[in-house]
């Protein structure tokens, strides 16, 4: 059953994601190596669409993905079932975590877990840099797209000066990649 | 008292307006302390604190926050609907459109440099991470073997996310009470 299995695998995301959408993108990618859903090149286009798209980016990329996975109703599911989890978390325990949060053991654990996330993120984007850098079916020096490689860079440098919103260096690099033909 | 409906409205805007992460904070600021005096400016960077600490995604969890504070389990349903909506609506509508537009050899080119600035916006996300979590000689340690272990042997994200909560939360603060 379909919508059972996406509702279980997003509400773990749900649950163990902290720290934000782009904390998603590891379960994510995870997810596309085990399940018949979605590509891992179907993933980086979700991506886009959900950092081209109003809202926060995690619950897009939850709702793309289980669009890709069944459909309307598959999106539902996943979206619901990432939200849930911190939903109950804050109903049942609000009123002691303002207490909780600013403890010395919270505080520790999230000191730990921050570079861990990090970590993870990059992780992640080298496997994407990967699926999106080099040519599949190629090998060696062969397989490298200098063209992606130096619009990878210009655009890194463009995003880090200037802090325009992010459909903006989607659009650059779609125009981009139509002129050379990537 | 505020009713449902504003709850509900209120947050399908700022669902609908915010790109979501470091974009949300003065978003919020502006509409629910400056424009409706709703709760405090230093609350709500309390709560964005705690939606932080809590699982899931950051955006999402205030709205939950902040519905919850103003009218119990109904405002929290009512605000979480609200952020989470319209969103869903405008990826489905896209999803659903862009499924038959994406074929053909001119979208393929036009889909590598849109996947090529994704990379490119994924690795700014990761400059800002970088800088927030890597302190000091542990986390940058830390941040290190984490790379090493998610590159090479890919164990389920929910194991290291584990793994590091307990390390911090009970090693390391049990280390530091002993040395007190």
């Known amino acids: 059953m379909i919508y059972l299995q996406l509702f279980y695998e997003f509400f773990k995301i749900g649950l163990f994601a902290i720290g934000g959408g ?48 069944a459909g309307i109703t598959g999106s539902f599911v996943s979206t619901f079932s990432l939200v849930l989890p911190a939903f109950i978390c804050i109903v049942m325990v609000s009123r002691y975590l303002t207490k909780f949060y600013k403890s010395r053991r919270i505080q520790k654990a999230f000191y730990c877990l921050r570079p861990v996330v990090t970590a993870q993120i990059a992780a992640a984007l080298l496997l994407v840099m990967q699926a999106t850098l080099l ?41 981009t990649g139509w002129l050379l033909a990537l | 008292m505020i009713s449902l409906w504003q709850l509900f409205y209120v947050f399908a805007r700022i669902g609908f307006f915010s790109f979501g992460g470091l974009t949300m904070l003065p978003f919020l600021q502006r509409e629910i302390v400056d424009k409706l005096h709703w709760i405090e400016g ?83 996300t990761l400059v800002d991470l970088w800088k927030k979590s890597v302190k000091d000689k542990l986390t940058f340690a830390l941040c290190i073997c984490a790379f090493i272990v998610a590159t090479v042997w890919r164990p389920s994200p929910v194991y290291m996310t584990v793994f590091s909560t307990l390390l911090g939360g009970v090693v390391l603060a049990g280390m530091e009470k002993e040395n007190l």
């Not at chain 1, 490689?149 to 690099?173: M, W």
């Not at chain 2, 955006?59 to 989470?84: D, E, F, H, P, Q």
């Not at chain 2, 489905?92 to 862009?98: A, E, H, K, R």
Request: charged residues 10%.
């Open chain 2, 42 to 124: 230093q609350e709500l960077l309390d709560l964005y604190a705690l939606a932080q600490c809590t699982p899931g995604i950051i955006a999402v969890n205030t709205a939950t926050y902040i519905g919850y504070k103003k009218r119990k389990i109904s405002g929290a349903c009512v605000a979480t609907l609200g952020i989470v909506l319209p969103p869903l609506a405008a990826i489905l509508l896209v999803s659903i459109l862009f499924a038959q537009a994406l074929q053909g050899e001119t979208a393929h080119h036009i889909l590598t440099g849109v996947r090529v600035g994704v990379c490119a916006l994924i690795s700014n």
């Open chain 1, 22 to 69: 782009m904390a998603t993108i590891p379960f994510l990618y995870a997810l596309a190596e085990r399940m018949p859903w979605y590509t891992a090149q179907e993933l980086v286009n979700m991506i886009a669409i959900s950092e081209a798209t109003p809202g926060p980016t995690g619950i897009n990329m939850a709702t793309a993905a289980g669009f890709a996975a």
């Open chain 1, 135 to 175: 040519y599949s079916g190629k090998n060696g020096w062969n397989a490298i797209s200098y063209k992606a490689i130096i619009l990878y860079g210009a655009l890194f440098v463009l995003v880090r000066k200037y802090k325009l919103h992010p459909v903006v260096y989607l659009f650059i690099g779609g125009f």
